[in-house]
């Protein structure tokens, strides 16, 4: 630990007696320097830490069993653990300790998220210092003592430390700067730098422990959360390893450690896969010594050689090469040609070196180059680290220490060494074995295959555990695979059918419940494929993944082993972990001889969907698959029109996502209904025009979309369309903008234009919605009110639609439509009769604000009715928005209104404080807001004209489904792109997407603005 310790976060621990040296209780310090033997200032078991407010000095870790620091964050050095995931934050591979619940299964948190009081604070943990540590229980948090941090966190003021080396970037010394947040280092650290920004203007990230270096210090004791005291492990205790624990366990690699590759191109080949991948390049690397760059965060094993070259290798892959130390044995090489070549210019070559060939010899002294001086024999030379091997101090050290060795009294009379050292020969010869009989298998080396299966037959489906734990010395279940699987994998069809025929078995499986048959369609093995299934290999068998073969070959695009696997009559209908069936992924990878394969299966069931709900009609409508769109409607007519779980078809995804040719498809020859409502009540048209895909809208307006549908909150698709004023990339060059810019003749965003095609087609704009507004009230930019009303003064629009007077649309009992508000400068008759053509009996107005009747009058210009004709007479200024009121209007309304929640009795009981009459006495004790403004019920007034106050008691529970309400939180937070994944990433306009979506977007989807970041979001 103590090698490691360089760059802890540190706070004072249970021994502390240094006063206030680090700036009081709670306050942060880096480790910076580790003790020495001998040294003066700093003996051994003791550190020198940098505190966040300037001070240095140095504190005991074990010193005379003192500890005055306790390790707040190890983040900072990089010690993660690559497979664990906090289950409060949901960061995956997270650094730093780790706390494990003791009282429930499975559960991790993160540091942050456990000193953060996440999870049932009075369970019990485990501490974790690091991935390999063994876990120590701690009491609950519950009564635990907690302590405010301060320090450099985000927040604080700083201004240039003690290792600063970046000039003037700050402005010059002295200058101020505040912390923005703290993150890693390029992936090899977290939390060990801190982005800043200073008064100048400059933003730059500075080191926070990145590599024991601080450049930077605090002037201020900003609080930055909270820890417990009695929670953290104090630096310099021992931490005990389970590596040490059980045999053949993985050791973890550390940065700056010295390691090689010793195994088979073939088998170093297979286990690249997917841990970095494979380059030929590689194999001019295998059995150099490298060095230990960083752990990426699937713990993998960045290397980086001696030539500057960096490779990723999946760690089992990775011997660590012990380094020598002095007065520790090494044998020289025998190659005199190799030591000539390699002591050029490191000790040089001498003809007495000959005597010294192949002998053993102690290192005496080790040079800072790396290079040994050896003593043989009683004469030293030096040599390069590379012309010498180490060998265990009790082996053959030449005839001297041979000799010392044979003197000593062996003691062993039970024979239990004896019987010990036969057993290692043993496993050794099987390990040799196994290792000769697996890579002959991925070369393809029939001969040796079959001299070694018929020497040893119970080794075919066994690469077991001995090989596993001492040939890869990695976790035994990282890379099972026995011979047939490497061998199906590299296409070695005779291999094959000599392990086959020496019994190999079939249904083996490795860590990811891959079996042979699998690893043929990896590798893209059809003969192979054929010869397994022949042998009786199981066609529909599912690894962990729940991937069948032919899963796999879809993924893959391996037409021939699709065509095998379906000629063998593998079940197209099996679902993967996702519910995708191979017609799913044959759809994404837009396959097309796939697809028609899978389509013209007689029993394959259309039907099916995978988890976001998606059958394969829809899935083919979401990814925009014209072809796929095309044969499903052929083949299932009778999915064209069904709805998901959010009551989305085809045709709402298609026109959501501006695939044209498919809306097309399922327009023309699918039949789909054109109007098709989700659970939103939404159309296509509405999420056509919501993404301002100008083609799409084109072609639903052209085949007879209804332009004055409305959603659920009242808005038409023009509604939308003027709230979002979006139009998708290359929709502005289209006909139908460029040909309303042009009229207009003002330079008018696309946007704009789109609402101008929608109004000219017939789209009203004077209809309000359930809050009251028109479209044109989303309007905020005088340029583009200007251009609207320049617009509609010089077109003659369908039926009169300024003219005539607003429309009510009665689709639910929220649904309520009021006067519109007419934009300033046109002129309406002074005092003319508007008529309310009401389309259903539960279509409902405010009461007068004064008195009890209807509120039948209208003000020009604002368009507020606050009260009724005879009362209208008293206000100069409207009382909703004190505008001057030029004209007032009598709206004639229709009779019998009925109650918006009934449909049977009339509605004369008035809301207040919005003074909304939309309720019966027997229905408004269930309403809790308002029908038609949502705003909060408090009192009414009944028919009677008595004044009743609304309590809690009075009222009665309509609320939705708590499943309703969990499936509106899940669309909530889908991704409005692809509509599969969870928004995982927010712009700084913020709007949300998942992080796949995001990488290619350059502006945002739906407010069109410049990216200029992309932040990713937990949840």
Known sequence: MEGTVVGYRVVRGPDWRWNDQDGGEGNLGTVVEVGKSGSNTSPEKTVIVQWDNGARTNYRMGYHGAYDLLIYDNATVGIQHVNIVCDACNKQGFMGMRYKCTQCQDFDLCAACYHGDKHDISHQFKLFVTPDSVGVKLPPRRNGLKIDCKGLLPGAKVKRGPDWDWGNQDGGDGKIGFIKELRGWDNESDRSVACVQWSNGNTNVYRVGHKGKVDLRCLDGVKGGTYYKDHLWKLGQKVKSTASDVPGKRRFFTHGEKVKVDLDVAVLKLMQGDHGGWNPKMEEYIGQEGYVHRITEKGDVRVQYNDGTKWTFHPGALTKVKTISVNEYVRITSDVEKLKRLQLGHGEWHEDMKEALGKVGRVIKKYPDGDLRVCVNGKSWT??????????????????????????????????????????????????????????????????????????????????????????????????????????????????????????????????????????????????????????????????????????????????????????????????????????????????????????????????????????????????????????????????????????????????????????????????????????????????????????????????????????????????????????SGGESLPIIRQIQSTLGVNIRPGIALACYLIQEGADPLVLNTHGKSALDHVKENRSITALKHFMDNRQLPGSALNRSPVVYNDSASHIMEAANIPSGVSPPVEEERVVQSQSSSVSLVTCMLCDKFANAYFRPCGHHPCCIECAVVFALCPVCKVTIESREKVTLAENIKCALCQTNAADVTLLPCRHRVSCADCFRKMTFCAICSEPVTEVITNEGVVKEVTAGDRVSVGSSSNTQEKDKKRQMECAICMERECSVVFLCGHTTCEKCAKPLKVCHICRKPITKKVPLFL
């Not at 029993?603 to 998606?614: K, P, V, Y």
Request: contains cysteine; charged residues 20%; hydrophobic residues 40%.
């Open 383 to 728: 040599y390069h680290c590379e012309c010498v091997t180490a060998v265990e101090s009790g082996q053959d050290v030449n005839q001297t220490t041979a000799t010392a060795t044979a003197s000593q009294p062996q003691q062993d009379p039970s024979g239990n060494v004896k019987r010990l050292v036969d057993r290692i020969r043993v496993l050794n010869r099987v390990e040799d074995s196994m290792d000769k009989l697996v890579t002959s298998a991925a070369r393809g080396d029939v001969a040796v295959v079959t001299d070694l299966v018929v020497k040893h037959p119970t080794w075919v489906s066994q690469i077991t555990l001995l090989y596993v734990r001492f040939y890869f010395k990695v976790n035994e279940k990282s890379s099972n695979k026995t011979a047939l699987q490497v061998a199906s994998h590299q296409g070695h069809l005779e291999v094959v059918k000599i392990l086959v025929q020496a019994n190999a078995d079939l249904t083996i499986a490795d860590q990811e419940g891959d079996t042979a048959l699998h690893y043929a369609v990896f590798g893209n093995q059809p003969a192979i494929v054929k010869y397994l299934l022949e042998q009786g290999a199981e066609v529909n068998a599912v690894n962990k993944g729940q991937c069948s073969s032919l899963h796999v070959a879809v993924n893959k695009s391996y037409m021939h082993c699709v065509q095998v696997l379906l000629s063998s009559r593998s079940n197209v209908n099996l679902q993967d972990c996702c519910g995708d069936t191979a017609l799913h992924d044959a759809i994404a990878k837009d396959n097309v001889q796939i697809i028609d394969a899978l389509t013209s299966i007689s029993d394959a069931d259309f039907t099916l969907a995978n988890q976001r709900g998606f059958n394969v009609l829809q899935h083919a409508a979401l990814k925009g698959n014209k072809h796929a769109t095309e044969k499903l409607v052929r083949a299932a007519r009778q999915l064209v029109n069904r709805k998901k779980d959010d009551g989305f078809s085809a045709l709402h995804l298609a026109s959501l996502n501006g695939h044209k040719d498919v809306a097309e498809v399922l327009l023309t020859m699918g039949q789909a209904d054109i109007n098709i409502r989700n659970n939103r009540l939404q159309t296509p048209t509405h999420l056509a025009v919501s993404q301002g895909h100008v083609q799409v809208v084109e072609l639903l307006v052209n085949k007879g979309a209804d332009l004055a549908a409305v959603d659920e909150d009242g808005d038409t698709c023009l509604h939308v369309s003027l709230m979002k004023q979006v139009v998708s």
